[in-house]
Nanobody, 125 residues
Framework: VQLQASGGGLVQAGGSLSLSCTAS????????MGWFRQPPGKEREFVAQVSWTGNFKQYTDSVKGRFTISRDNAKNSVYLQMSNLKPEDTAVYYCARAVNPYVYGGDSAGGYDAWGQGTLVTVSS
């Protein structure tokens, strides 16, 4: 199982950024996917998850209305579109695969067993 995240960078507050994560080594369409982030000096935290079909999506409160998670099963990819970015969104962002097929990963890191390498998002004020 491999997850490759990309798309991070430096953006000004109020700007937008789109992250991508491409998966390989398993049947992507069977697993829900999540995005987590780890701000500097803090614990890793849940950002969003999407079900294996893409029909169910969940967000942490702080990103609701600003971030959108989506997936394209034909491209084995999951995305995180981020808009109206704030300095507190600065973090390393990780994509992750749920532990079991056809089960939501949830909002805890324990619900995921494969992680991308992380991509840094820096939001300047």
């Amino acid at each position: 199982v491999q997850l490759q995240a990309s798309g991070g960078g430096l953006v000004q507050a109020g700007g937008s950024l789109s992250l991508s994560c491409t998966a390989s080594g398993y049947t992507f369409s069977q697993y829900s996917m999540g995005w987590f982030r780890q701000p500097p000096g803090k614990e890793r935290e849940f950002v969003a998850q999407v079900s294996w079909t893409g029909n169910f999506k969940q967000y942490t409160d702080s990103v609701k209305g600003r971030f959108t998670i989506s997936r394209d099963n034909a491209k084995n990819s999951v995305y995180l579109q981020m808009s109206n970015l704030k300095p507190e969104d600065t973090a390393v962002y990780y994509c992750a695969r749920a532990v079991n097929p056809y089960v939501y990963g949830g909002d805890s890191a324990g619900g995921y067993d494969a992680w991308g390498q992380g991509t840094l998002v820096t939001v300047s004020s």
